[in-house]
Each structure stands twice: as C-alpha cells, then as structure tokens.
C-alpha cells in the first residue's frame, strides 16, 4: 500500500504489524527519528501485537492429563503369552477351551481402545474448535490494529490498570487492552460496555491482562466502560465504572 507524505502518521499500526512493503518501511523508520509521538504510540502497538502473539497458544485443558491417564487405566491388557508346556493332547483341549476366552479378551480390549480411541477424538476436536476460534479473534483484531484508519485513546482504570482503545471506522470495529488489571475476586468478572447517549450496552468481558474485541457496533457510541460484575455478566452495569473513556475520534 502507497501513502501520501502527509499520511506518513497513520502508518504506525502497519508499521509495528510489518504490514508495510520495504519502501515504505524504510520511509517510517526516517519519520520515527524525529516523531516522539509516532516513537510513542508504536511502542504501545508493538506492546499489544506481542500479547496477541501470546494470546495464540492453546494450552490443553488441565483436566485432560489426568483424564487420559484414569481412561488408560481402564483398559484391560491382553494376558502374558506363555510356552505350552503340557501333553499335546492335554495342550489341544486347554488351547481349544482358551479360543473363546482369548478372543473374550480381544474383543474387550478393542473395544476399551476404541473408546479410548473416541474420547481422544473428541478431546482434539475441542481443542482443534478453540484453535480456530482463537486464530479468527487474533485475526479480527489484527485487522482493527493494522487498519489504515486506526486511532487509539489511552487511559487509567481506578484500580491501576493501564487501557488501551483502538478503533477503526473502515473496520466499525474496536478493540480493548488492559496491562495490570488485577484479577478479579472469585464469582466476579470485568465487562466493557458501550456508552450510547448514556445508556450502557454490554460490550463483552476480559478476564486480565491481555486485549479483546469489543463486541457490538461503536460507530453510534461515544465511550468505552468498564465494570466489575458477577461472572455470567450482566445486562446493566451494577457496579460504579472503573473506567468510562471516550471512543478515539
């Protein structure tokens, strides 16, 4: 993509993403020496960019170490094998009497194994889903960051936490980042909302440090809260805001 001079500043999203061709890099890196501004605001996006980074890795469920191995444990072994070492005619009748149990055995072993089998399926379908899903948000977000039209607000949440707003009018998206948000109590969660002429909207939830998409549509709002609500959420805020900041403009 080819930029005027004059555009040279909204560059900075693309330029901290490595979304720029080579003539245009070199060009920005020339702007960065004497923008303290641009200096600034590309290291809080390089800051973000690392965190969606992180935010990629799907880590399995806690649980599934200990479930495989209690599903492991279920399943039943097939007998030692063992010379014969009785008369032929004794050894015929024992082997013949032992086809049946052997093949009892088998039979329970694969069918144990195919359910073993099936869970293991399921287990890395879920993982595989989540993947996905991660990979679409990652997407979603990068789109919003890297957007020519990208602009960002910066504030400070009442109980410390540093926040980041970027939004983009080609993208009718926004994004929210959070850097020392202390976790919440147990049965307690952070949810964004959306200020539309006063009346609050729920816009999503983050947990902790990290950045989400703000869900629902913010061309017609004017602001970004914050709240600390019961962990299934809630349709209006219940709690005072940590934070009411004002969408970028």
């Not at 004059?6 to 900075?12: A, I, P, Q, R, S």
């Not at 809080?44 to 960019?49: S, Y």
């Not at 649980?63 to 209690?70: I, N, Q, Y």
Request: hydrophobic residues 45%.
């Amino acid at each position: 993509m080819k930029h005027h001079r004059e555009d040279v500043h909204g560059l900075v999203a693309a330029y901290a993403l490595s979304a720029l061709d080579a003539d245009e890099r070199a060009m920005f890196a020339g702007h960065l020496q004497q923008c303290e501004a641009c200096r600034q605001e590309t290291g809080e996006f390089e800051a973000t960019a690392a965190r969606l980074a992180a935010a990629a890795a799907q880590a399995p469920p806690a649980a599934m170490k200990h479930r495989t191995l209690a599903a492991i444990d279920g399943v039943r072994q097939l007998p030692p094998r063992v010379p014969v070492t009785a008369p032929a005619v004794v050894g015929g009748a024992l082997r013949r009497r032992a086809v049946p149990l052997t093949l009892a055995a088998c039979l329970a072993a694969a069918a144990s194994f195919a359910g073993l089998a099936a869970w293991q399926h399921r287990e890395n379908e879920e993982l595989q889903d989540r993947a996905r899903q991660a990979e679409q948000r990652i997407d979603d977000i990068s789109g919003v960051l890297a957007a020519p039209d990208a602009r960002a607000v910066h504030g400070r949440a009442g109980n410390g936490a540093h926040t980041t707003v970027v939004a983009s009018d080609r993208q009718n998206k926004a994004v929210f980042t959070a850097t020392g948000l202390p976790a919440p109590a147990a049965g307690k969660t952070y949810q964004l909302w959306l200020d539309r002429q006063g009346t609050m909207r729920p816009a999503g939830f983050i947990q902790g440090d990290g950045t989400v998409l703000i869900d629902g549509d913010p061309a017609d709002a004017t602001a970004v809260g914050l709240t600390l609500e019961p962990a299934e959420g809630s349709s209006q805020p219940t709690t005072s805001p940590l934070l009411l900041m004002a969408l970028p403009t």
